[in-house]
């Protein structure tokens, strides 16, 4: 983002996306004035703005909101995510004149200026997103007030100039950087080691809820950290970026399944626990980004609605068992996205671990998959019962 300005836009004022094919889209300034640039993807979600917003997993991205009219019910600092907005960019179609909702503090509008999110309204979102669909993610920006008069080839050289999404590691820019500590709430079972990939608040909330005491720990924790805290299990939080990138929560995870530490893994952290299998992973053509996908739990035959934002995904068989690449013995796919048969979890039978890539807290619905926060409990439980009895 270069020179984003403090002040609101004019109604009048001028604005233009430009994807890295060329296309280009003319509207109005919305949010912060100047130059952003990042991935452009589209989210579904029907609800949920202020979450998609403050969610750290969308660090580097411009988003795009399918729903129409965004901005309605307002901001409010409970349902934040994290500390800020985390969107490289942000695009609407209607965004709302008025907020009308009894637990709003402040417009859309003021904390996009506020926080100098560069955005972009009033353009065919429908066009825009079946331009994504079909050609895939791709690079863009936006340009606005004087910098959107700047000379078209100057505006897509600097789109193509931008570094891709794959091969990018941006967990450093969206952790802690010091540990912090979550108080367990009802009977405590014990530490939970949570690495920070870009955790959400609501996942911290509800694992503290679980009974553990929550110890966030930066994303460049050591295991020597991990074990420093005396966990009773370890939790991969989601995140930005490319999991062929995180080489080093890679190495840290598989120290991890060889001490036969329980562990879960959420969006980020699934794809992390796939490579720490020996599994690859690649990248989507334009990604799960939203609160309406159809996911198949095949231990119970049960079909969830659930919240997703990734771009990447595991390589994995997804009929039957296999043996884990790296030696950690039977894994299946526990879960597979309907849409589009994508790997969307990963159990492994010899070792007490697993991962989605979705997100079962889903701050703005749907709750389908809250029971995973259970399933995790129970793991950890169980292999403390196990330890007694030896």
């Known amino acids: 983002m270069s020179n984003p300005t403090t002040g609101a836009p004019s109604p009048l004022t001028s604005a233009v996306l430009v994807l890295e094919d060329g296309t280009r889209f003319t509207g ?3 949010g912060a004035v100047g130059t952003t640039l990042g991935e452009v993807v589209f989210a579904t979600g029907m609800t949920g703005y202020q979450e998609t917003l403050t969610d750290p997993s969308y660090a580097g991205q411009i ?21 800020r907005i985390w969107v490289a960019g ?20 003021d904390v996009l200026v506020r926080d100098g999110i560069v955005g972009i309204s009033g353009i065919d979102t429908r066009a825009l997103t079946r331009r994504i669909r079909d050609t895939g993610s791709m690079r863009g920006g936006i340009f606005s007030g004087p910098d959107a008069e700047l000379d078209a080839e100057e505006q897509l050289r600097r789109v193509t100039d931008a570094p891709q999404m794959a091969g990018q590691n941006l967990s450093a820019e969206v952790s802690v950087s010091e540990p912090t500590v979550i108080p367990a709430e009802g009977e405590r079972i014990g530490n939970l080691a949570v690495l920070d990939l870009g955790v959400k608040q609501s996942t911290l909330d509800n694992l503290a809820r679980l009974g553990f005491d929550v110890h966030v720990l930066p994303q460049s924790a050591s295991f020597a950290d991990i074990q420093a805290v005396d966990p009773v299990g370890v939790f991969y939080s989601n995140g930005p970026g490319d999991p062929s990138a995180s080489d080093r929560q890679v190495a840290v995870l598989r120290q991890v399944l060889d001490a036969k530490l329980p562990y879960f893994g959420i969006c980020f952290g699934n794809q992390l626990f796939g490579r720490a299998l020996g599994l690859g992973t690649y990248k989507l053509t334009f990604g799960h980004r939203g609160i309406n996908q159809p996911v198949l739990d095949r231990a119970t035959g049960r079909v969830e609605i659930t919240a997703h934002n990734h771009g990447f995904a595991v390589e994995a068989p997804l009929d039957g068992t296999f043996a884990s690449p790296n030696g950690y013995g039977t894994v299946e796919v526990s879960h597979v996205g309907l849409n589009d048969q994508v790997v969307e979890g990963l159990r492994a039978h010899d070792i007490p671990a697993f991962s989605v890539q979705y997100h079962p807290e889903a701050a703005a619905g749907p709750h389908d998959a809250h029971y995973l926060f259970a399933r995790f409990r129970d793991l950890v439980l169980a292999d403390i019962a196990g330890k007694d009895a030896e």
């Open 90 to 109: 942000y695009i609407v179609r209607d965004p709302a004149r008025r907020v009308s909702n009894w637990r709003a503090e402040e417009s859309l509008d």
């Open 63 to 83: 988003v795009l909101q399918t729903a129409p009219h965004i901005g309605n019910t307002g901001m409010n600092r409970e349902d934040d995510e994290s500390a």
């Open 28 to 30: 109005r300034a919305y």
